[in-house]
């Protein structure tokens, strides 16, 4: 499983008194394509395979990573945070059809 490499800085670190916790955007990027691929490894079977995997238990603790790190990352990485948005939504798709197939 990949883990996520983030910085702490102590609270009096920060101008405001606040502490800080950043995530590299190469992680970030890293957990996006770790759900892309896992999805469309899922998915690459026939239809009875995918039936008989257990696609909720493998995307969905990728989707909770990385949402849990959607706050990490500055603003001024927009494209990264869609491209996020828009892996969590097609992986939640294949989840959606894995259980109308149950």
């Given at each position: 499983m990949?883990?996520?490499?983030?910085v702490?800085?102590?609270?009096?670190?920060?101008?405001?008194?606040?502490?800080?916790?950043?995530?590299?955007?190469?992680?970030?990027?890293?957990?996006?394509?770790?759900?892309?691929?896992?999805?469309?490894?899922?998915?690459?079977?026939?239809?009875?395979?995918?039936?008989?995997?257990?696609?909720?238990?493998?995307?969905?603790?990728?989707?909770?990573?990385?949402?849990?790190?959607?706050?990490l990352?500055?603003?001024?990485?927009?494209?990264?945070?869609?491209?996020?948005?828009?892996?969590?939504?097609?992986?939640?798709?294949?989840?959606?059809?894995?259980?109308?197939?149950?």
């Amino acid at each position: 499983m990949l883990t996520l490499s983030v910085v702490q800085r102590a609270a009096n670190d920060s101008a405001f008194g606040s502490s800080k916790v950043r995530l590299k955007i190469g992680d970030f990027r890293n957990l996006i394509d770790s759900l892309n691929y896992s999805r469309s490894w899922l998915t690459g079977g026939t239809a009875e395979e995918f039936r008989k995997q257990d696609i909720p238990g493998s995307l969905l603790p990728k989707i909770a990573q990385l949402q849990s790190a959607l706050n990490l990352v500055p603003a001024k990485f927009d494209n990264d945070l869609r491209r996020a948005a828009t892996a969590m939504e097609h992986a939640v798709a294949v989840i959606d059809h894995w259980r109308a197939c149950q």
